[in-house]
């Protein structure tokens, strides 16, 4: 960093102040080799006291200008410090910024590469001459072609009740399994479209049935009247 004018000054000022304090001994050790008696000897005197006390007051100066330069040499490097150490904090908030941004980032890429998840809507019944039907419509998270669907239905409580049927909606590869007992079911089929995917459970009987599947499907229980 190139010095102020200040500092040059301050810098000329200790020199010129170590130097008139070399004259001033040098003097002063003249006078001591030069005294006289009578009134030259108190003239001396005056003369020795008045040179001692120039001296001191230049030595003083020149320490002053001394102190003063480096204190301003530590004040300015403290400020660069501080100056240094707010622009490391920009940079790393920057940084901490950028990585939750990459993150975030990664996370939607992640989601929309992931397949498309479904959840149930509410469930609606309707009354048959062989019992009653509950369709399960399903909703998907993205409009999404979803591929082949896999549902299961298990009759958890009503002995009497029975599995009769386990159809779709509108969809391509259908395959209802039922087991012997008629307490479980089984359906694979692919939704024609991924806005209309719905499921058809016939019963024989009040009961409560769980039915659960793929594609993130939580398992829920449905009382049948």
């Known amino acids: 960093m190139t010095p102020s004018l200040w500092e040059v000054l301050f810098q000329w000022v200790n020199v010129a102040g170590y130097l008139v304090a070399l004259l001033s001994s040098i003097v002063t050790l003249s006078l001591f080799l030069k005294k006289v008696k009578g009134k030259k000897q108190r003239q001396w005197e005056l003369r020795s006291l008045a040179m001692a006390i120039v001296s ?9 200008g001394l102190w003063y330069s480096q204190s301003k040499a530590a004040s300015d490097k403290d400020r660069q410090i501080v100056v240094l150490q707010g622009q490391l904090k920009e940079e790393k908030e920057k940084i901490q910024n950028l990585e939750r941004e990459t993150t975030a980032s990664l996370q ?23 019992g009653t039907t509950i369709t399960l419509t399903l909703k998907p998270s993205r409009n999404e072609p979803l591929g082949q669907v896999v549902l299961q239905a298990q009759i958890t409580s009503g002995s009497e009740a029975r599995i009769l049927h386990f159809l779709p909606g509108p969809s391509f590869l259908v395959k209802e399994r039922i087991g012997a007992d008629g307490k479980s079911a089984t359906m694979f089929f692919t939704p024609m479209s991924p806005t ?14 769980a039915v659960t599947g793929d594609h993130g499907l939580p398992m829920i229980e449905v009382k049948v009247p």
Not at 114 to 123: E, I, K, M
Not at 196 to 209: G, I, M, P, Q, Y
């Open 108 to 130: 939607r890429v992640a989601a929309l590469a992931a397949p498309p998840t479904l959840s149930f809507d509410p469930v609606t019944y309707i009354k048959t001459p062989f």
């Open 196 to 209: 209309d995917v719905r499921a058809h459970l016939e019963l024989s009987a009040s009961c409560t049935v």
């Open 56 to 64: 001191i007051a230049v030595a003083l100066l020149a320490a002053v």
